[in-house]
């Protein structure tokens, strides 16, 4: 069913109001029970090597492919949002997440995992979370970006609790039946699914798909059949499917904004290569701490202290950078932040004392609450909204390949030299030089368009001698998001 026609059905509702509040309720949990899981997996990792007799570069796919998918399933989740409508997907996601968990439960070498855990479970979540936040955008009109940065903590609620019931399962009853547990606990995605209602607006065309405009290989197909050839003559057949096909690919995956928009081009590429150390201390940190001589219960709890100071410091983050003083200056404080998270892995190459770890994770979550928080406010500023949704296509999809190879190459050099310290090593590499590449070339091209505009304003005023400078930051954005977007979180 489409999701304007889904939504037809509804009964009106208002928005900002009554059952709107009970939907961020909904999007809290859905938050927690998606994108706080995988946090969780770095308890099970010296279980699952020893259980497996895997390395760590093998043992470090599972949560690579969990997490790439689940950042990169947009593009996927989108269309079936716009076919099926998100209460629909949402609770699609929940099904696959708990289906995924449950089988995993059962698997007999860690390639199963790879399959089930990774890609079933991951590809749930993906959908669960897009499809939650879209339904969000709908409920939510003045008070959307209170209600995003309320639904942001249940990310940290998942951070903080998921290590410590895992730690509690895994002591009382082993991987097989913790996993198991947990695919019981993912199908409550379903129940917040089905608390999100189908609202009805007072303009219907906020829900209902725009109407596609005309397009070139539509009307070449009309001027063919007017001049009496076949609807299925092979060339038309192979034109109509090429025509579809770049089509969907502009929609959803924006090459064109990559290769004409500077900004945009320096921020993926920046953040790609981020990933590549990002998600190196969730997944090592646990195992690092255990490998130390740090007890299996306090390593499970240095997670849980990066979730639960993520609860405040998030929202605030996120509130804060909206003010109008850091309007087109984020990708800065993106980048001081992303610096931070890079100079915070050095405190742990000095010393794996758990005081020494609890610093650790303070630091470290207080720079992550910032990239968390600026990740898609700065793609916002480099990108016009209209193309919004495209541009986030491609962004996730490139940085989902550098989540899903960074954790198990990692493992690999600390399978070879048996020093874990490589994996802080690589995490501050790139996660310092992508800091410092978005930094400068940004302040470079600002600089660059300066000049441009001063030179322009000189050519066009040539009686005066004054230069007048542009100002280079965006115009505040007074059109709401597209309808149908797919948004990630980090």
Request: aromatic fraction near 12%; hydrophobic fraction near 45%; proline fraction near 4%.
């Amino acid at each position: 069913m489409p999701l304007g026609e889904a939504a037809g059905r509804g009964a009106a509702k208002p928005q900002d109001q009554g059952w709107a509040w009970m939907v961020l309720l909904a999007a809290v949990v859905l938050q927690g029970l998606t994108l706080g899981f995988p946090s969780c997996i770095g308890v099970f990792f010296t279980d699952l090597q020893h259980e497996f007799q895997a390395s760590n570069s093998q043992t470090s796919w599972f949560p690579s492919i969990m997490v790439a998918v689940l950042h990169g399933g947009g593009p996927l989740c989108s269309i079936l949002v716009k076919r099926f409508g998100c209460r629909f997907v949402v609770m699609l996601g929940g099904l696959l997440s708990g289906l995924g968990m449950v089988s995993s439960s059962f698997c007999q070498s860690i390639s199963q995992l790879y399959l089930t855990a990774g890609l079933i479970t991951g590809l749930g979540s993906c959908f669960s979370f897009q499809a939650g936040v879209t339904t969000l955008g709908y409920y939510f009109v003045r008070w959307r970006t209170l209600a995003n940065a309320v639904a942001s903590t249940g990310v940290s609620l998942g951070f903080t609790l998921w290590p410590l019931l895992s730690q509690y399962l895994l002591d009382k009853m082993g991987w097989r039946n913790t996993f198991l547990i947990f695919g019981g606990i993912l199908l409550n995605c379903c129940v917040c699914g089905a608390l999100m209602r189908p609202i009805q607006l007072a303009s219907e065309s906020l829900l209902e798909p725009a109407e596609p405009e005309e397009e070139p290989g539509s009307r070449a197909e009309e001027a063919q059949l007017s001049n009496g050839a076949s609807p299925h003559h092979p060339t038309l057949q192979q034109h109509t499917t090429r025509t579809k096909c770049i089509q969907m690919l502009q929609k959803y995956l924006a090459f064109d904004i990559f290769c004409q928009n500077k900004g945009y081009q320096i921020y993926t590429i920046g953040v790609t290569w981020m990933m590549m150390g990002f998600a190196l201390p969730h997944v090592y940190l646990v195992p690092y701490a255990i490998h130390n001589g740090v007890e299996e219960h306090k390593a499970a709890l240095l997670i849980s202290i990066i979730g639960l100071i993520n609860i405040f410091i998030r929202p605030f983050t996120g509130l804060l950078s909206g003010h109008q003083v850091f309007t087109g200056r984020r990708i800065y404080l993106f980048s001081l932040a992303a610096l931070l998270c890079g100079l915070s892995n050095f405190i742990c190459i000095i010393s794996a004392e758990f005081s020494v770890l609890i610093l650790y994770c303070v630091i470290l979550s207080i720079a992550m609450s910032g990239v968390g928080a600026l990740t898609f406010q700065v793609l916002m500023d480099v990108v016009e909204m209209d193309r919004f949704s495209s541009a986030l296509g491609l962004f996730t999809i490139l940085e989902s390949i550098t989540l899903l190879i960074g954790p198990p190459l990692t493992g690999f050099l600390v399978d070879i030299t048996s020093d874990y310290h490589y994996v802080f090593y690589n995490s501050s590499f790139f996660m310092i030089s992508a800091a410092l590449f978005m930094g400068l070339s940004f302040c470079a091209l600002e600089k660059k368009n300066k000049l441009r505009e001063a030179s322009k304003a000189c050519l066009d005023n040539p009686s005066r001698y004054q230069y007048s400078e542009a100002s280079t930051e965006p115009k505040a954005e007074s059109q709401s998001p597209p309808v149908i977007q797919y948004i990630t979180s980090i």
